[in-house]
């Protein structure tokens, strides 16, 4: 039943409700892989997160004073760029640390050698 105020309208009234999210990727998604990054937060408000692929060129049996003469840059298509809020940006540099620590720790309990800058 509608609360209604006097002049006939509906008053509506928020109530915080706690909903578990259905995270969804839907087949036809493609995944790419970024060997590049940048973020950008002109406002300080807004992040702007953008992932790049940068693709070597092809300099197989080229000599090395050609490769110089020949490639002057590596072209870094970008593949996704992404706006984040400060607080999600926040959460996401989180999350990344303890992934990171949780895959540390495996790769340390398999035995498995840790490059130094990992250390």
């Given amino acids: 039943m509608d609360e209604r105020s006097k002049d006939g309208n509906v008053k509506i009234t928020e109530k915080a409700v706690a ?15 970024a060997n590049h ?12 997160l953008s992932f790049f692929e940068a693709v070597p060129p092809d300099t197989i049996d080229m000599p090395e004073d050609q490769i110089r003469e020949k490639i002057k840059s590596i072209r870094a298509t970008c593949i996704a760029r992404i706006v984040v809020s400060r607080d999600l940006a926040a959460r996401i540099v989180t999350a990344i640390q303890s992934t990171l620590g949780k895959a540390q720790a495996r790769k340390n309990q398999e035995g498995l050698e840790v490059p130094e800058d990992e250390k």
Avoid: C, K, N, S
């Fill in 37 to 48: 990054f940048v973020i950008q937060a002109p406002t300080g408000e807004d992040f702007y």
């Fill in 19 to 33: 909903l578990p999210f259905e995270r969804h990727v839907p087949e036809t998604i493609t995944t790419q892989y």
